[in-house]
């Protein structure tokens, strides 16, 4: 089956530095990826959806200069948070929908980041 | 803009009883997923219904779509242990390929 790839799992930065997720599809070529974060026994939330050589599209209340994203490759998309504050500590997942897979969208595994 | 609620918000049962979560759309949708997280995991998918009134099984699952495209329901028959997680469903719209996640169903089973 399809797997999305995340790196990495967890990570600990410093407030005001700029963490990088890295999202890769590893097994099929991924035309449209998008962006979750989750806090803790909430819901996912959509943040953005990147398409592959083009912009991404930010949901209303995200925003674009923090919270970065590149979908560069067929393969990849990063997310990167600038500039990190506590607030940003959360759980971010991906995910990637590829053409041969019609409408089934594929999760990565999640990346922990807490900002101290 | 589009939200999608379920009910109940968390659910314990003993192993062996039915399990029922409700999702509703505030919007029309055009196909609806249902996805399973366990704790400290990401989630998986498990099934996409399309058409109006669809139902599909998968062993003791059992998936519903609403006839006005707008509601959906899981039903586990006889929960297991394995069964513990948040079960999400996601609603998708007409004119984009975004999924819209639901405030997820929280089950916990006791043996």
């Known amino acids: 089956g399809a797997v999305v790839s995340q790196h990495p799992s967890r990570v600990i930065c410093k407030s005001g530095t700029s963490v990088k997720i890295e999202c890769r599809s590893l097994?099929?070529?991924?035309?449209?990826m998008f962006w979750y974060r989750q806090f803790p026994k909430q819901s996912l939330m959509l943040m953005a959806t990147?398409?592959?050589?083009?912009?991404?599209?930010?949901e209303q209340g995200v925003e674009k200069d923090k919270f970065l994203i590149n979908h560069a490759s067929l393969t990849l998309s990063t997310l990167t948070v600038t500039s990190a504050h506590p607030e940003d500590s959360s759980f971010y997942i991906c995910?990637?929908?590829?053409?041969?897979?019609?409408?089934?969208?594929?999760f990565g595994e999640g990346s922990w980041l807490t900002v101290v | 803009g589009q939200q999608v609620m379920q009910i109940p918000q968390y659910q314990h049962v003993q192993e062996g009883e039915d399990f029922t979560t409700y999702c509703n759309s505030s919007?029309?949708?055009?196909?609806i997923q249902w996805y399973k997280q366990r704790p400290g995991g990401h989630p998986v998918f498990l099934i996409q219904?399309?058409?109006?009134?669809e139902v599909k099984k998968q062993k003791r699952l059992t998936f519903q779509f609403g006839e006005a495209k707008k509601n959906s329901s899981l039903h586990i028959t006889a929960t297991q242990t394995t069964d513990v997680g948040t079960y999400f469903c996601?609603?998708?719209?007409?004119?984009?390929?975004?999924?819209?996640f639901g405030t997820g169903t929280r089950l916990q089973v006791f043996p």
């Open positions: 990147s398409n592959e050589g083009s912009k991404a599209t930010y």
């Open positions: 919007t029309t949708l055009s196909n």
């Open positions: 996601a609603g998708g719209g007409w004119d984009t390929d975004k999924l819209i």
């Open positions: 097994d099929f070529q991924a035309t449209t």
């Open positions: 219904l399309v058409k109006s009134g």
């Open positions: 995910s990637a929908r590829g053409a041969g897979f019609g409408n089934t969208i594929y």
